[in-house]
């Protein structure tokens, strides 16, 4: 019985095409069963993408077992995003924090879960992934958490704009002032 917290071992976002556009792979050396040996090389891991885009390339499908791997998956516009674990995880746990990812990532690119929205907004994309999984530990599938927790903090509406207008105004009412007082004396 697999008890560890350790269930996801790759995110993977291919395109329509099979091309890579994202991967992060997990390979936790704390691991109760010790550090993995699938997807050490990269040519490992490109063959494994390719196979897996073959079986799963057709929508339809949410959750395949593929080369003794649990792969559970989401397609979108023009991507198709994957969480791969071992086959003994549970995938209504990797579905829900998939489900999460996409949601919140669906959220934070302004409903374009897109390839060039993917690209363009890297960094957010990454953050998030961060959010849901670290380092292969499922931690948070709440979207909306995520999602907050990522986005970028909004220019608050009182804030005050700096120019050269609110500088001479500030300057005139220092001047007034200090003749105020100097005529005082």
Same mark, same amino acid.
């Given at each position: 019985?697999?008890?560890?917290?350790?269930?996801?071992?790759?995110?993977?976002?291919?395109?329509?095409? #099979?091309?890579?556009?994202?991967?992060?792979y997990y390979r936790p050396k704390s691991h109760p069963q010790g550090e993995s040996k699938d997807f050490l090389t990269l040519k490992e891991q490109?063959?494994?993408?390719? #196979?897996?885009?073959?079986?799963?390339?057709?929508? #339809?499908?949410?959750?395949?077992?593929?080369?003794s791997h649990l792969v559970v998956y989401k397609h979108s516009l023009d991507l198709i995003l994957y969480f791969v674990a071992g086959s003994t995880e549970n995938e209504l746990m990797l579905y829900s924090a998939l489900s999460s990812l996409t949601d919140a990532l669906t959220m934070l690119l302004r409903n374009s879960l897109e390839k060039r929205g993917v690209l363009e907004n890297l960094d957010l994309v990454l953050l998030c992934l961060d959010e849901t999984i670290d380092d292969g530990i499922i931690v948070d599938t709440d979207a909306a958490a995520i999602a907050s927790r990522v986005s970028r903090p909004r220019p608050d509406t009182t804030e005050i704009i700096i120019?050269?207008?609110?500088?001479?105004?500030?300057?005139?009412?220092?001047?007034e002032k200090m003749q105020q007082r100097i005529g005082q004396l």
């Open positions: 019985m697999n008890l560890s917290l350790y269930s996801v071992q790759a995110f993977i976002v291919l395109d329509t095409e #099979g091309n890579r556009v994202l991967a992060k490109k063959a494994f993408e390719k #196979g897996l885009w073959q079986k799963t390339k057709k929508p #339809g499908g949410d959750i395949i077992l593929y080369d120019n050269e207008q609110t500088i001479m105004s500030a300057y005139q009412t220092v001047k």
